[in-house]
């Protein structure tokens, strides 16, 4: 009677071993995956009518283009307070007179946005000119970063290989921001999230994303050269090949933000 009991014990066990094996293959944070399927169940969309909260560890998505992105959301563009110079989604003034930057073009606010919304800071892009009085701001965004309790890091050599260590291994760093010129000579901000198995291999997530055959992709890999300088491939490799990097940039929570 005993064996027969620790038999079926045994079978109950061995059928239970394949769903633990599985709960196991779920990353457990968003410097672990290494698909993009993976990557996408750490981004915080928002709801159809409205928009949604921060919440550390994911990233709230930020669309920076109003036309064919069911996922942009103005809210996050117009502030707090009732100004039309606040009001990011705004092309031009209210004597008709263009404004030289609108959420269409802003995609280092959006990535700077997204990157603070992973360490539980809220801070929308409209929301920055109302905090700092000033509808237009160069990057990195040193005031906002004051204000909202984080600090740009410094790196004073391997800076990409620096950065994205301390996103990896340190829970208080943002992913790693890169800002590019692609080969037709536009300028871009992406998010680098993810480290991937293969050399140099990354996902990025960006504010605008890219078309393929009628679908949207957020995030999609790129491969860096060997000392991080240029993007030579990727899954856009049309669009993105021979893209230099120019700036590089992380933040982390102060002392006083601490606590995730």
Known sequence: MKRWICGLLSVLLMALLPVTGMAETAPASLRRVQTVEEAEAFLLYPPEDGVTGVQAGYIRLVSQQSVNDPMFRAAYWQGSVDNDDFDLTRRANRYGYPYPFHAGNMCTRAAYSMALSYLGVDAAPGEM??????????????????????????????????????????????????????????????????KLKEPSSYLVLDSSGMWLHGKQHRIYSVVFNRIRTEIINGEFRTDFAGSQVLRVYQWRLMPEKKGR
């Open 129 to 194: 000119s109302v905090l700092t009085g000033v509808r237009d701001m160069d990057q990195p965004y040193d005031e906002v970063s004051e204000l909202v309790g984080v600090e740009r890091v410094e790196a004073v050599s391997d800076v990409f290989d620096t950065l994205m260590d301390n996103y990896l291994y340190k829970k208080n760093y943002s992913p790693v921001y890169i800002y590019i010129r692609k080969p037709d000579g536009q300028l871009h901000a992406l998010l680098v999230i993810a």
